[in-house]
């Protein structure tokens, strides 16, 4: 599973299935794994869970104990970086993934939003240039049937008169 750490890489069903966890009666799934499945950072994470307290009531997600850090780790060969960590994990019951997959979802169309806001200003300066020089177009050849309408001037003598 050494491939399957990296942020990029394809995490299959099975993968999945090992990060559901049955703790305080509970399926849950713990930080660094939706961290993971999400490619973002686990602090990142965690940073946003605090920012957002009232978005994760106590049913939603919580702290594991000491023990249960131990059980995990112990039990499951991927989270092994927990063992040395002074923090303790905590466990998304299947409301807070959730709440995780809308976070997730807000973001990717706000990303999507931005881009499409930056084409549009990108084409609608395209095309205040190209209206610029089409009314300068039109405005030559203006010119130049004015210019061709007008009588010919003689050159030289009148002999006529």
Do not use: W
Not at 93 to 102: D, K, L, Y
Not at 117 to 146: C, M, P, T, W, Y
Request: aromatic residues 10%; contains cysteine.
């Amino acid at each position: 599973m050494e491939n399957a750490e990296r942020s990029d890489s394809i995490i299959v069903s099975d993968d999945i299935e090992n990060m559901i966890f049955f703790i305080r009666g509970q399926k849950v799934m713990i930080d660094a794994d939706i961290a993971r499945l999400y490619g973002v950072a686990t602090k990142a994470l965690n940073q946003a869970v605090k920012r957002n307290p009232n978005r994760f009531p106590k049913d939603f997600i919580f702290l594991l104990s000491e023990g249960e850090k131990q059980e995990v780790v112990t039990n499951c060969d991927h989270l092994s970086k927990l063992r040395f960590s002074h923090r303790l994990p905590y466990a998304f019951t299947e409301q807070g993934i959730a709440i995780m997959r809308a976070f997730v979802r807000i973001r990717q169309l706000t990303t999507f939003n931005k881009d499409l806001v930056q084409k549009l200003a990108e084409i609608e300066h395209k095309i205040g240039h190209h209206d610029q020089d089409i009314n300068e177009l039109f405005s030559i050849v203006g010119r130049i049937l004015r210019y061709d309408e007008q009588p010919n001037k003689k050159f030289g003598f009148d002999t006529e008169a």
